[in-house]
């Protein structure tokens, strides 16, 4: 235990919740559209897209770069009350945070691009060899993807294995 340790605020917490609204909203900018049917390939790309202002997929790319730096602050603060119980379990979870909120990051840009490029092929090209285009990008993307969603999933089990195993400060009903 390390006692002589503060807790930093419960403020940092906001952080977090700053991050999920902005998370929203861009999420919101990218999934608001008029038409959802499914264009090619593995369901990113859906019909309305072919129309979607680029400003969009533009802004939803900024929001989520704002999203998850405020997301980074918020797993800080809860690395910090970590080490308070279990700081060796700490320097784990830290960093498969930090490599994992980089992968969704760059996830998330993985998936507004081909929206982006799709709306600006299907001008040029039109819409059947844009889906094609974007299909085919989107597959060498995937492995990327893939082993980022699995990343993404390894500081959260940490956290609730730490916090069912009775080990920390936060009780179980925050699983």
Not at 98 to 115: D, E, M, R, T, V
Not at 144 to 152: I, K, L, P, Q, R
Not at 162 to 175: A, D, E, N, Q, Y
Request: aromatic letters at 16%; a positive charge; proline letters at 5%.
């Amino acid at each position: 235990m390390l006692e002589n340790k503060e807790k930093p605020s419960d403020l940092f917490y906001l952080f977090g919740i700053a991050g999920t609204i902005c998370a929203i909203i861009a999420d919101f900018l990218i999934g608001n559209i008029d038409r959802l049917g499914i264009v090619a390939g593995y369901g990113i790309i859906r019909e309305g897209y072919s129309t979607i202002p680029l400003w969009q997929p533009a802004l939803s790319m900024v929001l989520a770069t704002v999203a998850f730096p405020l997301y980074l602050i918020t797993f800080w603060k809860i690395s910090r009350d970590l080490a308070l119980t279990v700081p060796k379990t700490v320097r784990i979870f830290w960093g498969a945070v930090q490599f994992s909120s980089l992968g969704w990051l760059l996830l998330h840009a993985a998936y507004c691009w081909p929206i982006y490029n799709y709306r600006l092929l299907c001008d040029k090209v039109g819409m059947e060899t844009a889906g094609e285009l974007i299909v085919d990008f989107g597959w060498a993307a995937f492995p990327y993807a893939a082993f980022f969603a699995f990343t993404g999933m390894i500081p959260a089990a940490i956290l609730v294995v730490s916090v069912l195993r009775k080990k920390t400060i936060f009780p179980r009903g925050v699983v």
